[in-house]
């Protein structure tokens, strides 16, 4: 096997991992298992190998594939060091070490000194980064990969940075639903598209969470319907800017679907599966963000080497 098919190898399976890593995560929040182990980090109620207990199983699996995944991911860094040329597989590589090891010691902190709700929805949002800058890893060595060492689609500095400004918003939408799954607010607003039966309901409590998750995801919908027309104004159908313009339109849409889906099932059996598809969306959502944001950077910096020219 020649360098080449290492670095795929090792860059797609820390994306894989770190994919897994997210629902995993997504699914000890859920089953309310993240004090599974007691207070004990590493080791699990005191254990290497915890009680046959559904909660210690789940937790300490999560942590087991942490561990995993980060030795993955720490050889794909070494060998993008060694043995890639290009500079922006060696930011992405470090982009994702950087926030796996801030994820693992925040997901430390919470088990050894219980954290508020607030920062335990940080962990969600770390996890996300490091699987973008995985999948951005990824994308190098694909044939997408000649799109981000170089861009030849010219788009108005105003949609870039609407693209830049989205993709942050995007990341306030989904700290947001990590807030509602942290506080278990989810039985906050009862029914879909109305909240307990009212267009705007009393914002108290759980609800007012609930509430505002859902105008931001409605709000999200309006910014990247805007941005897909914006695109396909400027770009080709066959330009990988308008492809993931009109992915991220697509499941943002299927988002706001999952989400009913959430709300719908509460007290069913089917709700886990609802939990874990949404967080499967959302984290596919905005690695597609991610990489709009790389196009829209290497179009700037395009722009800005022709600008200098004339």
């Not at 914006?230 to 993931?244: E, K």
């Not at 009913?260 to 597609?288: K, M, N, Q, R």
Request: hydrophobic content about 55%; aromatic content about 14%.
């Amino acid at each position: 096997m020649n360098q080449q098919k290492w670095l795929k190898y090792f860059s797609f399976a820390s994306m894989y991992g770190m994919f897994l890593i997210l629902v995993m995560g997504a699914l000890v929040t859920k089953t309310e298992s993240g004090r599974g182990c007691g207070d004990d980090w590493p080791l699990c109620n005191g254990k290497f190998v915890p009680a046959y207990t559904i909660e210690s199983i789940i937790e300490y699996s999560h942590r087991f594939v942490v561990g995993v995944v980060g030795i993955v991911l720490l050889i794909a860094t070494i060998l993008v060091f060694i043995w890639c040329k290009r500079k922006d597989a060696k930011i992405f590589v470090s982009g994702a070490m950087f926030f796996t090891i801030l994820q693992a010691v925040l997901g430390a902190l919470a088990v050894i000194w219980p954290q508020s709700s607030s920062v335990l929805a940080l962990h969600f949002g770390f996890s996300l980064m490091a699987f973008a800058f995985t999948l951005l890893l990824s994308l190098v060595f694909t044939r997408f990969g000649s799109m981000l060492s170089g861009s030849t689609v010219s788009i108005t500095a105003g949609l870039q940075w609407g693209i830049f400004l989205i993709t942050i918003y995007s990341y306030a939408v989904v700290y947001l639903g990590a807030f509602v799954r942290h506080t278990q607010s989810s039985g906050g607003c009862i029914g879909w598209p109305l909240c307990n039966g009212s267009i705007i309901p009393d914002m108290i409590g759980p609800t007012r969470i609930v509430f505002a998750h859902r105008m931001g995801a409605a709000a999200l919908f309006i910014l990247l319907l805007w941005l897909f027309l914006a695109i396909r104004s400027q770009t080709r159908s066959q330009d990988n800017i308008y492809q993931s313009a009109k992915w991220a339109l697509i499941l943002v849409i299927l988002q706001i679907f999952s989400g009913a889906f959430v709300t719908l099932s509460i007290g069913y059996d089917v709700y886990l599966i609802a939990s874990l598809l949404h967080a499967v969306l959302v984290s596919a959502l905005f690695g597609i963000l991610c990489y709009l944001c790389v196009l829209a950077f290497l179009a700037n910096k395009q722009n800005g080497q022709a600008y200098k020219a004339r």
